[in-house]
């Protein structure tokens, strides 16, 4: 035992070592467990002759032998920069003697637990503190948001505070006053702002004709003063059209009555409507009749009162409402003067396809012989476009041809060429309606020539004209019937030629 204690002795160099207190350590537990581990590692006789002690330890990995120096090297250094402080180590990683006790080492700016251990490395890795410690103040990464020459991180140009300078010649002082308060404004639309925006939801109610959607818009550009007006832009712009869009617009009026528009808001359309009959009446000459009949269908709708136009005379001479108000309230009140209005229904007649097709046959054939008497292409052109059934034109080719054929005149065939032709290039009649219209015509030439013998020969004629016009298709041309030629030979006599003479009988 005395032999072992002198070599130990030997070895530290004379010096006497007492096993030190928990509370009087000179050394962090850090210190303590790399200094141990690191002697661990030196073999015997790596370190001197006087430092092997007979016993060799299995050597640590690579790896954590180089994380252990590391970490070693940097304790060193903390040491060294502190101006000799009591924990300053020695060569061999052992604290030196003297001093108070001292706070464990921060290794990577993290303190270790005083209960134990940490392995370094992972500190290292797990810290956002700079991994080079020759540059920087340790500080964490800012993330990539900033640094010199750089616009920041998104978005922080919406935070920072623009610094504005009075003395800056644009500085404006009114927009850049800090007291003004923001408020939503609405401005007030005028009654023409108002009639351009109400004139797109009529127009494309004439394609659609629902009155539900035309509810919902007006909804949702109407303010109170407006309503009044709903009335009026209605009925001004129906007097544009036929008289099928005027019947849905006394069917609207009556849809938007109790929903959009009261009563009230009709009587005070209808009266503005009456102040502005004069300047109507420049545009639309027949613009009072078409008021007295709005007005008669609105009473029969239930929409205003029967007083509103049944006004007697010294009442209409009292308001002095000008000629043609009073020609409109006249024109009303003898529509609702008899007791039952089921008349006032179909006011505006029955437009369109709702009327019989024998109906629309005549009034085509009154048009031709309207045209034949007077060659007014313009006019045929306007009263075609009133019937309005453009789906029911190959009616109007087939009569002008069934005319032609029955008239034995060249003058009718060139009054219809012509017709045909202005009709074809003004697209009143399209491409598809004038082949069905030969094409029927056609068709019927068997029963035709019954009636009229010679119509092969006049069809050959007409055809050839309108072909030499220009609107005729290779269709109609390719499909011209023609009369069979009479047989000379019979069935019965042997294939003998019969004599173009017959014999006289004795």
């Not at 004379?14 to 581990?37: F, I, Q």
């Not at 351009?196 to 109610?205: G, M, N, Q, R, S």
């Not at 009292?318 to 009303?332: F, I, N, S, T, Y």
Request: proline share 6%.
């Amino acid at each position: 035992m005395e032999v072992e204690l002198n070599n130990k002795r030997a070895t530290n160099g004379g010096r006497h070592s007492t096993p030190p207190a928990e509370s009087d350590s000179k050394e962090s537990s850090v210190e303590r467990e790399l200094n141990g581990e690191i002697q661990a590692v030196e073999l015997n006789g790596s370190g001197g002759s006087g430092h092997s002690n007979g016993h060799i330890k299995k050597p640590l990995p690579v790896e954590d032998v180089r994380i252990k120096r590391k970490a070693k090297r940097f304790i060193q250094r903390q040491n060294s920069g502190s101006g000799g402080s009591p924990n300053q180590t020695n060569g061999n990683g052992a604290a030196a003697a003297g001093g108070a006790s001292a706070m464990p080492l921060a290794i990577n700016g993290i303190i270790p637990s005083p209960g134990g251990y940490v392995v370094p490395h992972r500190r290292w890795k797990n810290s956002r503190r700079s991994r080079n410690l020759n540059r920087g103040r340790g500080l964490p990464k800012k993330g990539g948001g900033g640094g010199k020459g750089v616009w920041g991180l998104p978005g922080s140009e919406a935070l920072a505070e623009v610094y504005e300078d009075e003395n800056d010649p644009n500085y404006d002082s009114e927009c850049n006053d800090r007291n003004v308060e923001l408020r939503e404004v609405i401005s007030e639309i005028t009654p023409e702002e108002f009639f351009k925006l109400a004139e797109p939801i009529v127009l494309e109610y004439y394609e659609h004709g629902d009155p539900h959607e035309v509810a919902l818009s007006f909804d949702e550009i109407l303010q109170g003063p407006l309503r009044e007006h709903i009335t009026s832009i209605l009925v001004e712009i129906a007097m544009d059209h036929k008289d099928s869009q005027r019947e849905m617009t006394s069917v609207l009026i009556s849809d938007l009555y109790g929903r959009v528009i009261t009563g009230k808001d009709i009587e005070k359309g209808f009266n503005m409507l009456l102040a502005n009959l004069p300047d109507l009446v420049l545009d639309t000459p027949e613009a009072p009749i078409m008021l007295g009949n709005f007005m008669a269908r609105a009473v029969a709708d239930d929409c205003i009162p029967p007083k509103f136009v049944a006004k007697s005379e010294e009442e209409l001479r009292h308001l002095e409402l000008g000629e043609h108000a009073e020609q409109a309230l006249r024109r009303a009140d003898s529509l609702i003067y008899k007791q039952v209005w089921a008349h006032l229904d179909n006011v505006w007649g029955m437009g369109g396809p709702l009327r019989p097709v024998k109906t629309i046959t005549k009034q085509m054939e009154l048009l031709l012989k309207e045209y034949l008497s007077s060659r007014d292409v313009a006019e045929a052109q306007r009263c075609l476009r009133a019937l309005e059934v453009p789906h029911y034109h190959h009616e109007l080719v087939y009569e002008a041809i069934v005319m032609t054929l029955e008239s034995l005149s060249q003058t009718t065939e060139e009054a219809m060429c012509e017709l045909l032709k202005q009709l074809d290039l003004t697209c009143l009649v399209l491409p598809a309606g004038m082949e069905q219209g030969f094409l029927r015509a056609f068709d019927d030439m068997a029963d035709i020539v019954l009636d009229v013998p010679l119509a092969y020969i006049i069809l050959d004629r007409f055809v050839e004209r309108c072909n030499r016009a220009g609107f005729l298709t290779d269709k109609i041309i390719n499909n011209v019937p023609s009369r069979g030629r009479k047989r000379f030979v019979s069935e019965g006599d042997g294939g003998h030629v019969k004599p173009a003479t017959l014999p006289m009988r004795d």
